[in-house]
């Protein structure tokens, strides 16, 4: 504890009095980080007051069935997302962000052709174990340094030789990766460190009539993100500037139609005991360019 880290001199006391008065004047993250001073935030002050004393629906202001159980799956629910609006039977279709390639092999199953494009070597190493084995295997953390490998086989009516993998970046795709019916970009828009340059993108790479997938948390953070890169989240002039109006204007522009519009929560697993619980706010645009 503090005591243990800073006790004895006076030295240290100083030097532990700055640290917390740097901790509640700056912004850090939330009480989901890890470090002891970030219990001394006013950020940690407001989560504790909501944690502590705010009624249910303040707290969570959504449906039943978009609690834990609902939240699983992810990669599956956005990909047939996407092809509940898809407009063509044979279709291309581009995972923009497409981590380990959950949602790619997902789309496999009614696309001819899937490209899935990560900014990790790991996970696209990953993903094309996958498609080159059919088979999962990973190790889940029980509770700290004790771990259990569980072994997952990808469902054998998909066909792995229709995806294809590649490192790649969102702001920056290669000029010949040519033109898809379907975009999809899966918690990835608030990860971009410049997230309007893919933005821009879409109407050059999304065929007339195909649809685009913007699935997001809005999660802006500088650390991935600059301020003044982030499309929404922010107070300009007193006023708030939501992240969905600012996106809807800005693909407006581009020549794209919203056609739908959900909550689309999903679940990350820390240890047994914990896990990150989000609903991203997910909108389908159709190109009518």
Same mark, same amino acid.
């Not at 997302?81 to 497409?98: F, H, T």
């Not at 893919?198 to 065929?207: A, D, G, M, N």
């Not at 407006?252 to 047994?272: C, K, M, S, Y």
């Given at each position: 504890?503090?005591? #243990? ?5 006076? $030295?240290?006391?100083?030097?532990? @009095? ?46 039943? *069935? ?6 699983? $799956? ?9 092809? @509940? ?40 190493? #990953? ?9 999962? @295997? ?28 590649? $490192?790649? *970046? ?10 898809? *019916? ?26 007339? $009539? ?26 300009d002039n007193g006023q708030p500037k939501?992240?969905? *109006? ?27 005991? @914990? ?15």
């Open positions: 504890g503090i005591n #243990a880290e800073y006790g004895g001199s006076a $030295q240290r006391k100083s030097k532990l @009095k700055h640290k917390i008065l740097m901790a509640s004047s700056t912004s850090l993250r939330s009480t989901t980080a890890s470090g002891s001073l970030v219990y001394e935030s006013s950020k940690a002050t407001e989560e504790y007051l909501q944690f502590h004393y705010s009624d249910i629906k303040s707290i969570f202001p959504y449906k039943e *069935d978009e609690t834990v159980l609902g939240a699983t $799956q992810f990669p599956a629910r956005c990909a047939k997302l996407c092809l @509940k609006y898809r407009n063509v039977p044979s279709m291309r279709a581009l995972d923009i962000g497409c981590a380990v390639g959950g949602a790619s092999f997902e789309l496999a199953r009614f696309c001819s052709e899937v490209l899935g494009i990560d900014f990790s070597h790991k996970f696209i190493e #990953a993903a094309n174990s996958v498609k080159q084995t059919g088979y999962i @295997k990973y190790s889940a953390v029980q509770q700290a340094e004790i771990t259990v490998t569980n072994e997952v086989h990808l469902d054998t009516t998909i066909d792995r030789s229709r995806v294809h993998f590649e $490192q790649g *970046d969102a702001c920056n795709l290669r000029q010949n990766i040519g033109t898809f *019916d379907i975009v999809l970009a899966s918690n990835l828009l608030c990860r971009l460190p410049k997230p309007r340059v893919f933005l821009e993108r879409l109407p050059l790479i999304t065929k007339s $009539q195909g649809i685009v997938a913007l699935i997001s948390p809005y999660s802006w953070l500088e650390e991935y993100t600059s301020r003044e890169e982030w499309i929404g989240g922010y107070i939501d992240s969905f *109006d600012q996106l809807q204007q800005i693909m407006t522009q581009l020549g794209f139609e919203l056609v739908h519009r959900e909550d689309v929560p999903f679940l990350i697993r820390e240890h047994a005991r @914990k896990y990150q619980w989000g609903c991203s706010d997910g909108t389908i645009w159709r190109n009518k360019n």
